[in-house]
């Protein structure tokens, strides 16, 4: 691997710290992993004034760095303005067009706690407006704790094995689908208790699916209480995790069951007394708005994305491995078409089209519901 600067000195004269990741990144492709990655990283200089960006290309496998100067706050809110095509151009203009692509097919962006600012830059909308080399990722994810890209890439490796297994992923696989009262009030609610019940039925799909080793099943659970759902993530077993909370206030509520007259006063499940007891999750695509980044609360305690205001932070605190969230409000529908695209686009297919051939009572209105959801919310429909 060769490394030139850009605006820097030689490697030798850089910062011990730059260069143990550069260093990281070569351990990383050294053993076999990131093959189609290219990895970013945004690091702390001496100089409050600038940042270090380092980039690594797998395909030409060396690494461009820079020491870029550091927007401040005001700049960012002028700037950054939501639409992906002017975002885009500032970037560019930042970064002195540094060459982001023509590497990989994904990017792994490591940002120091310094620099959390960097994740309001919408990398995930330029990959999917295909701005500039942009085009060619197929996704965008993040390192915003002190794990390595070694670290990373092999969680990465040892998630793709789960996801390429159809009985590892019965196994290893939990969704948890919560209601809650005011989503009756919502435009959507018809459709959001037709998605409800769609899921639940091809989940119930994927139980006891017989395998040479003997039965597998998908767990799943409906407005789990406080304790079913420490039992949960606590499981060893457990490595994905899909499910949907309602966290306004930044706590995750406990599902509200809606065929009761009367409800009860709203619940929380307290993930503080999880911290460092999650590290067996890889993965845990959780919908709530804001989790990643609240500008309301950011412009009263002064936060960035991801930091310790913040949710992703907190369920990144008890050692899961990748914690999606978002940075925008997000509605139940989303969760839905998540859930579809996860069952439906992988290697639990065939067992669900199998189920499908043997029952196939009701099973058109399901689909016809998946891709009325699916269609909603921009993605391709399946049936």
């Given at each position: 691997m060769s490394v030139c600067g850009e605006n820097t000195t030689h490697l030798g004269e850089m910062p011990l710290f730059v260069r143990t990741v550069v260093e990281d990144m070569r351990d990383a492709r050294r053993g076999g992993l990131g093959q189609n990655e290219d990895l970013l990283a945004i690091l702390s200089s001496s100089d409050s004034r600038f940042c270090w960006v380092l980039l690594f290309r797998c395909a030409a496998d060396s690494v461009v760095s820079k020491h870029l100067p550091r927007p401040d706050s005001q700049v960012l809110d002028n700037q950054l303005r939501g639409v992906a095509e002017e975002d885009f151009r500032w970037f560019q203009s930042w970064s002195g067009e540094m060459v982001v692509g023509r590497?990989?097919?994904?990017?792994?962006?490591?940002?120091?706690?310094?620099?959390?600012?960097?994740?309001?830059?919408?990398?995930?909308?330029?990959?999917?407006g295909a701005l500039g080399a942009f085009s060619q990722y197929d996704y965008v994810?993040?390192?915003?704790?002190?794990?390595?890209?070694?670290?990373?890439?092999?969680?990465?490796?040892?998630?793709?094995?789960?996801?390429?297994?159809?009985p590892n992923l019965l196994d290893s696989a939990v969704v948890i689908i919560n209601t809650y009262e005011h989503h009756q009030e919502t435009p959507d609610a018809p459709l959001l208790r037709k998605g409800i019940a769609a899921i639940e039925k091809i989940l119930s799909r994927l139980q006891d699916q017989k395998f040479p080793d003997?039965?597998?099943?998908?767990?799943?659970?409906?407005n789990p209480s406080e304790e079913a759902t420490k039992n949960a993530l606590t499981d060893e077993r457990t490595k994905?995790?899909?499910?949907?909370?309602?966290?306004?206030n930044g706590k995750w509520q406990l599902g509200q069951d809606l065929n009761l007259d009367t409800r009860a006063p709203a619940q929380y499940f307290p993930l503080s007394n999880l911290h460092g007891m999650l590290g067996h999750i890889l993965l845990m695509r959780s919908f709530h708005c804001y989790s990643i980044f609240d500008p309301y609360l950011s412009a009263t305690v002064g936060g960035q994305p991801a930091d310790k205001h913040t949710l992703a932070r907190e369920l990144l605190q008890t050692g899961i491995q990748f914690v999606e969230g978002a940075m925008t409000e997000q509605s139940y529908l989303e969760f839905l078409a998540s859930v579809i695209n996860f069952l439906y686009r992988g290697s639990l297919r065939f067992l669900l089209d199998n189920a499908d051939a043997r029952n196939s009572e009701g099973i058109d209105g399901v689909r016809e519901i998946c891709n009325e959801i699916l269609s909603l919310q921009g993605y391709e429909i399946l049936f």
């Open positions: 590497g990989g097919r994904a990017l792994l962006v490591k940002v120091s706690e310094e620099e959390l600012w960097f994740l309001r830059i919408p990398l995930t909308l330029f990959v999917q994810s993040w390192i915003v704790t002190e794990r390595t890209f070694s670290e990373a890439l092999g969680n990465r490796s040892a998630l793709s094995r789960v996801l390429a297994s159809a003997g039965f597998h099943s998908l767990r799943w659970l409906k994905i995790v899909l499910g949907a909370f309602e966290a306004g």
